[in-house]
Structure formats: C-alpha cells, structure tokens
C-alpha cells in the first residue's frame, strides 16, 4: 500500500512541474502585462509585480492592437456563421444522401483540408485581384469560408451519420422532403454540432496569418498581423509587447477556457475518425 | 420510390421570383458597381445573385421528386467552389511552376522541370530549407508522441484533478502560432553574460549553468531543433488527447483480465494497451506531420525570417511577394503539396475503402 502511496506522490510531483511549465509563458505574460512601467526589467522577468497591479502596459498594448482586434472580430463572426450553415447542409447531404460517388466526392473535399496553401497563394492573390477582393476583409472572409468547407463538412456529416435514420425513414413515410427533414428533424438536432463548427472556425480564423497577411493590407490587417508586425518593430517596448500578445490570444483563450468540451470535440474530428 | 414531376403552384412561384431576383441583380452588378462604406463589394453581391438565381432553379429541382439529383444539385456550389479553389488553383500552380515567370506582369513562357531543378541544384537556400523541415517535423512528432503519450499514461492513473491538468496540457492548442511564437522568443532569449534573461536566467538562478542555451540561435543545424519546443508545447496535449481517448476506449474487463493473468500494471500498460493504440499513433503523426511539413506562421514569429531558420514556407512567401520570382515560388508550393499529399493520400484512401465497406 505505501508503495502505492510513494507511486503516486511521485505522479503528482511529475503532474505539477509539468503543469508549471506550461503555465510558463501565460505566467510570464500576465505578471509583465500588470507591472508598473518603471519595474520592467528583463533582469526581474520573473518577479511578481511588488507595487500593487497596473494596467498600463494593457492599455498601451491595447491602443497599438485596437483596431486589429476589430477587424478581427469583424472577420471571424460572419465567417464562423457561414461556415457553419454551409457545412451543415454539405454535411447532411452526405451523410443521408449518398449516391453513387458521394464517398469520392467527400474524399476530394477532404483533402482540401491538408493542402499547404502556398501551393495555391500564387492563383488565390491573382484571383483575388480579378474579382477586386483583393486588400480587405470581405474578401479574407469569403477565402475563409471556402477553405472552412472541408473541416465543416467533416464535422457535421460525422455528426448527422450518428442520427439514426428510423427517425429519417418515418420522416419520408409521413412525405416529409429533403429539406423538410433537414429543416424539421436534422436542423434542430444540430446545435452541439453548430457549436462545435462555430468555435473551431471562431478560433482557426482568428490564429489564422498565412492568409490574412498576404490578403489584407495595413488598414485591414488581422490581430495576428498585426502583432506579428509589432514583435519585428524595435519601437515597442517588450513590456507591452507581452501584454499585446495576451489581449491577441484572450477570444480564443476564453473560449477554450468557457467552451473547451466543444473546442475538444471539433479538435477530435480534426483528428478524421469518421 | 417514384419520379415523377409535380406542379405546386406556390413553390413554383417562389421559384420565379428567386430566379428574376437572382437574374435581375446579376444583371444589373454587371453593369454598375456595389460601393458600401467605400467597399468595392460588386464581386460579393454577383456571387448572391447567383447563389438566389440557383435556389430558384433548386426549388425547380425539387419538384421532380428525385432526391439524388436535387442532393447533388445542392452540393454543386460546395463542390465548384473547392473545384475551383482547390484543384483549380492547384493546377494553375503547376503551370506557373513550369513557366519563367519572374516579375510583375505573367510570363507563361514554358521551361519545363527547370525550376525545380535550379531548387534542388543550385539553390543552397532551398537545402536549407529541407533540411530544417526534415529536422523540425522529426523532433516535432517525436516530442508530440512521447510527451503526448507520457501524459496520457500520467492522467490514465485516476488521480484527483484530472481534469484541471487536462486542461492546463491542452489550453496552448487554442493560442495561435504567431502568439506563441512572440512569447516564446522571449522565453528562449539567447542572451548571456550580464544580460540574460528569461528560461537562460532561471536555470542561472537555479544553478543549472550547464542547461543555459543559445535555443534557436544554436548554430545551425541544431538551432532549428529548439523552434520544436513552443510547437511541442502547443500540439503535445492534442496528442495526449487522442491517446487519452485511446486508451479510454479500451475496456476494463481486458485490463482486468491481464491483471488476473499475473501481469504487473507496467507489463498491461506494454503487452496490451501500447499495441492497441497503433492506429492513434498512425493519426497523430499523419496529422501532426502534415502540420510540420507546412510550419509557416510559428517560424515567423520565432525566427523573423532569418535565413538560418528558414522552411519552404517562408522561402514561398519571401521569393514570390517580396522577390517577386512568381515561378520559383509555385515550384516550393507544388512541392509542399507533394510532400504532405505523399503523407495524406493513402490515409484518405484508406478511409474512403472502409467507409465504402460498412
């Protein structure tokens, strides 16, 4: 039994110090973000703030990202809504509607999912410039949507396969159609399945860079852009730069920390279990 | 089940007022421009026109009664547009990747394999390149797997807390690259003598001298070795994850079993639940290398295109936008592409076959 007991202590001990340093670089970005600018010293990195908690490095941090964050916010919640509705019929449709090479064609849209999209930035950008949504947001959301159409469809035609389909065949018996099955019995099933796709789209976007650097220009970059560009300047100092990065990270860091069950879940049918 | 047309005056209707609606603003966008709050957005209202016009032909569709073709009829828009982005785009790629083009305006002038053979003959950086992603996407799925795997056991013991530690493993996942990549370079601050700082001045403090590293400033080709840390930290709890799953899925009554056999909990842990999670291991790698092979974003933000640090997607991006070689840089991606679809095409196959089966 103390064997048990010396085991487990051992477990624990290997748990906490492996949890503190992945608390690490949160740790590090909170207690610089809340220290008086007078206190900053990359001697004392590691030092709780000792006078009291400031939010001058916040607010500094915040008036060089503020209106990022807003086109961020901007972009993301029509793109995460879109995506989802679109995912959400694709899903259905190949789910309980199978015909002869619906499996292929599910297929082909999957892959979509793991293409390196610098092997097709060069034809994105020249199409982009051709259709003149090329330098802003609509035009970020509208790519977002389009390369969301692989994940979303995934996720909702795992989810819509796992509904029984006596449900579905008492539905026909009654002459409900396509869409009235869709609309009376599937649609209003779905909202775990919208939670997930929302969140994980929500999150992609917002972490997103490849995209939004090549597709937007200054006026309408991205956070990510944004604070990317900020860590390459020699004018801001360090100070603000952490408390900078942790208001970029706080959408999808609340998110995980409020919604993680959902965030989990569209991580696991990232992982392609269907 | 039978096909056969009928008429419903209402729907039929609809149909007609969507079909005119739809017609009738594509014709009109195509004359004048849709400015809102000085936004060019004529693109976007063609592309709803159209979407409106084809939901009128959809309900159209849907009167003859044969739900196979209205399924593929209402998958159509999903299906062109990753046609087109996709595949489309893709094979645009491939065509430029065998053109001269080098500069602004397009120079579809075909040379042949001519550009993927000045990458891997007379382009030192683009060996540099391979190189660092060779030794990123190593280390990456091998620090992913252990530690990945490490946890999993760790939290499998039914210890109190369970779910605050899952927690704490997995939150970097939802951070992005760049985030990451900004806090990590200060963490791994390769600054000695009076100026050192951040993990460098706690192993001082700790009296662990000999752990203080010059991280991704190493001389190369280990430096590149270090840039797997933050992405370790971010992905590793995914991968404890999947295993976690993993080894939940396993029934008690086979562990039980092992257990009434004589076998100590180490042996159960190696004889039985390490062989049944081959299929976990083979996701996490085809996932997290197809990750690797694409490492982009965390790069940046670490290394600052530095060329030391460089990986094919960066060079992608450095040689098109900035160097504005346009063949050269859809050579890296088609290569890129090959690379990762080498990894993901008979996994995908694969999972086709046994969907067919079921």
Redesign the interface.
């Known amino acids: 039994m103390s064997r048990r007991f010396a085991l487990k202590t051992f477990f624990y001990i290997l748990l906490i110090a492996l949890a503190i340093v992945y608390l690490l670089p949160v740790y590090l970005m909170v207690i610089t973000g809340f220290k008086p600018f007078d206190q900053v010293d990359l001697k004392t990195m590691w030092a709780l703030p000792t006078t009291g908690l400031h939010i001058d490095n916040f607010i500094a941090g915040y008036k060089q990202l503020a209106p990022n964050l807003n086109n961020s916010l901007m972009m993301v919640i029509p793109e995460a809504i879109l995506s989802a509705l679109l995912g959400s019929f694709n899903g259905y449709l190949l789910a309980k509607w199978k015909f002869r090479g619906s499996n292929l064609i599910f297929s082909l849209i999957l892959f979509g999912m793991f293409i390196p999209y610098q092997s097709i930035l060069i034809p994105l950008v020249k199409f982009m410039q051709f259709i003149k949504l090329y330098g802003d947001l609509p035009g970020l959301v509208l790519v977002h949507i389009i390369y969301g159409i692989p994940i979303t469809t995934l996720i909702f035609r795992n989810y819509y396969a796992g509904i029984g389909t006596e449900i579905l065949e008492a539905a026909r018996i009654d002459g409900a159609s396509l869409m009235g099955i869709y609309r009376y019995i599937m649609f209003p099933l779905s909202a775990p399945s919208f939670a997930v796709v929302i969140i994980w789209q929500f999150t992609q976007a917002w972490n997103e860079f490849l995209f939004a650097v090549i597709l937007t220009n200054q006026a309408h970059w991205p956070v990510t852009v944004a604070l990317n560009n900020l860590a390459g300047s020699q004018l801001v100092q360090w100070n603000v730069l952490m408390a900078a990065t942790l208001l970029a990270a706080l959408p999808t860091l609340l998110v995980y920390i409020f919604l993680g069950r959902y965030f989990l879940r569209g991580l696991m049918a990232g992982a392609l279990k269907g | 089940m039978y096909h056969r047309f009928e008429l419903r005056i209402p729907q039929f209707i609809l149909a007609l007022v969507l079909m005119l609606v739809g017609a009738a603003s594509l014709f009109i966008l195509s004359n004048t421009q849709l400015i809102i709050s000085g ?6 209202g063609l ?1 709803i026109g159209g979407l409106v016009l084809y939901s009128g032909v959809l309900v159209i569709v ?1 009167m003859f009664n044969n ?2 073709i ?3 009829a ?2 159509l828009p ?2 062109v ?2 046609a087109i ?6 094979g ?2 491939l065509r ?1 990747s065998l053109s001269k083009w080098k500069g602004l305006n397009p120079d579809y002038t075909w040379v042949g394999l001519q550009q993927y053979y000045n990458l891997f003959n007379n382009d030192p950086r683009f060996i540099i390149d391979i190189r660092n992603t060779a030794m990123f996407t190593v280390g990456f799925i091998f620090g992913c797997l252990i530690i990945g795997l490490g ?1 999993a056991i ?2 499998d ?1 039914r ?1 109190k807390g369970e779910a605050l ?1 899952r ?21 791994m ?1 390769p ?1 000695t003598g009076n ?1 050192i ?3 460098n ?2 192993f001082q403090k700790l009296g662990l001298t000999s752990l203080i590293s010059l991280w991704h400033s190493t001389p190369q080709p280990w430096g590149m070795a270090f840039t797997v840390i933050p992405a370790v ?1 971010q992905l590793s ?2 991968t404890m ?2 295993y976690l ?1 993993g080894i939940r899925s396993i029934s008690e009554d086979l562990r039980e079993a092992a257990r009434v056999d004589g076998a100590s909990e180490i042996q159960i842990y190696r004889y039985v639940i390490l062989p049944m999670l081959q299929p976990v291991t083979l ?2 790698v ?2 997290l290398g ?1 990750m690797s ?2 490492i ?2 965390l790069i ?2 670490l290394g ?1 295109k530095a060329i030391s640090l460089d990986v ?2 960066i060079y ?2 450095v040689t ?2 900035d160097g504005t070689n ?1 063949a050269q ?2 050579a ?3 290569l ?2 090959i690379s ?2 080498i990894l ?2 008979p ?3 694969q ?2 076959r046994t ?2 089966e079921l």
Do not use: C
């Open positions: 936004r060019n957005l004529t693109s976007i592309l849907a739900e196979t209205l399924s593929i209402m998958l999903s299906i547009a990753v982005f996709v595949y489309g785009f893709i645009w790629s430029v946890l760790l939290l013991q210890l530690f927690g704490i493993f997995l939150f970097p996942m939802s951070i992005s690259f760049i985030a990451s990549g900004v806090v990590w370079g200060w963490l601050n600054a100026r700082t951040g993990i001045l706690i930290w709890g995914f994850a999947l799953g996701s996490a085809i996932i197809h092979l694409k982009f974003d940046v933000a600052n094919p997607g992608m991006w098109t936008f346009y840089g859809a890296i991606g088609i890129m592409l990762v679809a993901v095409v996994y995908l196959i999972n086709m969907e067919t």
